[in-house]
């Protein structure tokens, strides 16, 4: 990995380029950078009242970080000239090169670069706010901290909204990717997390180039205290489209791309606010956050949205204990329910020590808490009477020690200097009841397997179907159990002596053989059975018919994690439901068990109503059996067993799928 210190936190700078440049420069004045600024440039005197270099080689030194704002020709000799002086790193800011097809330009620059980091090309830049170092172009809603969050993204417009959020949070870093044709998201951000002022980091992604970088990464975050939490796009057609167009990433599916970042310990989120969010709890309270979750506010109305709100997230509300209602009773009155959430009604109003009573005893019995108070608008309210309230919040955390978090109702209803105050104090206001949700379900994000990386991509050329018959000789070979059945090039080959009816039978050759008219099921005679068009021969089985639940199991390579395994309820049901999991291999039986259980009909796979429970451990043991084929047996692509049928002792899998590389 290459070395980025002098990159991201450099004590010289210097900026090539008229318009771009003056931006630049005044960035850096505004935010009070303490190093020389250089304005680089051939026939300028001065920019932005900084006098200018003629060239590169008139500069005092090397300069540790460039901004190199020119066209993406003179870039290239621009690069090569300060790699060979010394530089410390440059941003290469003009666009032009893969994500509009010109791949051997970017290797140009790649190669011209040498041992000396770059990002870029199309990147719109770095800040650091710990420093007032400012390579960047454009404005930006910062402000100087002593500590704080990074922000990486791929996307600079993404990035340059949040960093005009109004929420409190705390910025340390700023970082723009680009084509990250040198240095890559995880080189750059294990070289910001390396910054002992860095707190936590979140990401804007469109592309993953190097998954198993980015789950070693995740573990050094992790072990280190700090929380990751991620933005990916790419969820649609459309957006892995644009994606592809403006950074040329490949942003691979969206359940594969969820999987691995749940896998690795990665907080994924769907929106900015929730990313805010969820980078506040981090920043205060670090990573593994407890599900153990109580609500206090002092409306019914509020404490029901919250729980109504919650529900979606899987965020529950247990009881509090017989001894904290007791307590929790003899400050609050007879007519207050003692429940969570807990509405306390507004007896206590204004008494701060009584309010400082009843949240840190309710605080106590969990591993975190909410507390829903919007307080007045300042510049037309007076918000004193909530003061005794917010300070019984700070009180309940400090009390216990555990997190409480003001929960606004609205985001605008807490004002930035307020937000800005308690954050410095150590407790998160979070702005938004559903933002705050989203945000507390992802802090709850549990660290990946300690070594998890998953497996080397290895994309095909292209890949041909095995035929059914031929893929199930594979699969009996390996372990999973197949129907008894015999086959044939015609019809009239078929010999049925020694089998069972009633029959399946199957047309050869075809992927989707329901669609094709390729299954008919029941068979009892053949000579009443006419060709299938298409057929390259036919496959008769016996049918399973003590089966109690049906699988889908299915592995196949992935072009950006190596390899996926997806789990659901068999037949249609799985298209039809889309009640399916998708994990990133490799993967452990307990990780397999974790998903099946996951699945919305697993009550149907675990005695729902009296119902006879499959053999779930034999399900397990089929799904280990294809990630053991996928990783020893060279040239699979893809296997699907669809239905795996489960039996009360066993399983078949009645219909399977298996494509080649060629």
């Not at 019914?300 to 529950?316: K, S, T």
């Not at 041909?464 to 009239?492: F, M, Y």
Request: glycine content about 10%; overall charge negative; aromatic content about 6%.
């Amino acid at each position: 990995m290459k070395d980025l210190s002098r990159l991201l936190r450099p004590q010289s700078i210097a900026v090539l380029g008229a318009g771009w440049a003056a931006n630049v420069i005044e960035q850096c004045a505004k935010m009070g950078f303490s190093g020389p600024v250089w304005p680089v440039h051939p026939t300028r005197s001065a920019i932005r009242g900084v006098a200018c270099f003629p060239n590169l080689a008139a500069l005092p030194a090397a300069p540790d970080a460039v901004f190199v704002g020119v066209n993406r020709h003179a870039t290239v000799e621009v690069v090569r000239e300060l790699s060979a002086m010394g530089a410390g790193g440059a941003i290469c800011f003009a666009s032009g090169w893969q994500e509009t097809g010109e791949a051997a330009l970017q290797a140009d620059l790649v190669k011209a670069a040498g041992s000396m980091p770059i990002l870029g090309p199309n990147c719109y830049g770095v800040i650091n706010y710990l420093d007032g170092a400012l390579l960047w172009p454009d404005q930006h809603g910062g402000r100087r901290v002593q500590t704080g969050v990074a922000l990486i993204s791929q996307s600079s417009n993404i990035v340059i909204n949040l960093t005009m959020q109004a929420r409190g949070l705390p910025v340390a870093y700023v970082a723009c990717l680009g084509n990250a044709a040198q240095v890559g998201l995880a080189d750059l951000a294990a070289a910001v997390l390396a910054d002992d002022r860095v707190t936590a980091l979140g990401l804007y992604i469109e592309g993953i180039t190097d998954a198993p970088a980015l789950a070693q990464l995740a573990e050094a975050a992790r072990s280190a205290g700090k929380g990751i939490v991620a933005i990916k796009s790419g969820k649609t057609e459309a957006s892995r489209t644009a994606a592809a167009s403006h950074t040329a990433s490949l942003a691979g599916e969206s359940v594969a791309s969820s999987a691995f970042l749940r896998q690795a310990g990665i907080a994924e989120v769907t929106s900015l606010s929730d990313l805010i969010e969820t980078l506040k709890i981090f920043h205060c309270h670090g990573p593994d956050l407890g599900t153990r979750l109580c609500s206090l506010s002092c409306s019914g109305g509020e404490a029901g949205l919250v729980a109504d709100l919650a529900a979606p997230y899987g965020i529950d509300f247990p009881a509090p204990s017989l001894e904290q209602r007791t307590r929790l009773s003899a400050t609050l009155g007879p007519l207050v329910t003692v429940a969570n959430p807990l509405d306390y009604h507004t007896f206590i109003w204004g008494d701060g020590p009584k309010t400082t009573e009843v949240f840190t005893t309710m605080l106590a019995g969990y591993d975190a808490g909410m507390f829903v108070i919007d307080p007045p608008r300042p510049d037309r309210c007076d918000p004193s009477s909530f003061e005794p309230a917010l300070q019984a919040i700070e009180d309940a955390q400090r009390n216990t020690g555990k997190p409480a978090f003001p929960v606004a109702s609205l985001p605008e209803n807490f004002d930035e200097a307020r937000a800005i105050a308690m954050i410095d104090r150590g407790v998160v206001p979070l702005m938004g009841l559903d933002a705050a949700l989203a945000a507390i379900k992802a802090a709850q994000t549990p660290a990946g397997h300690a070594g998890w990386r998953p497996w080397p991509v290895s994309t095909p050329a292209s890949v041909t179907l095995i035929n059914e018959a031929h893929a199930k000789h594979r699969l009996r070979a390996a372990g999973i159990a197949v129907p008894r059945g015999v086959t044939s090039d015609t019809l009239d080959g078929l010999n049925p002596e020694g089998l069972t009816y009633p029959f399946a039978l199957k047309g050869l050759g075809f992927a989707h053989k329901t669609e094709s008219g390729a299954v008919r099921l029941g068979v009892t005679d053949l000579s009443q059975q006419t060709p299938m068009p298409g057929a390259e021969g036919y496959l008769l089985e016996e049918m399973v018919g003590d089966g109690v639940a049906e699988l889908i199991l299915g592995v196949r390579r992935d072009p950006v994690y190596g390899a996926t395994l997806t789990l659901g309820m068999g037949g249609i049901a799985a298209e039809l439901l889309a009640d399916t999991v998708t994990l990133v291999l490799p993967v452990t039986r307990d990780q397999i068990a974790e998903g099946l259980q996951s699945l919305r009909l697993w009550p149907l796979l675990n005695g729902y109503r009296g119902r006879p429970k499959p053999d779930i451990p034999a399900a397990i043991d089929a799904a280990m059996v294809l990630q053991d084929m996928m990783q020893s047996t060279g040239g699979i692509a893809e296997i699907e067993i669809n239905p795996l049928i489960l039996r009360r002792s066993g399983v078949v899998a009645v219909d399977a799928v298996l494509w080649e590389e060629i």
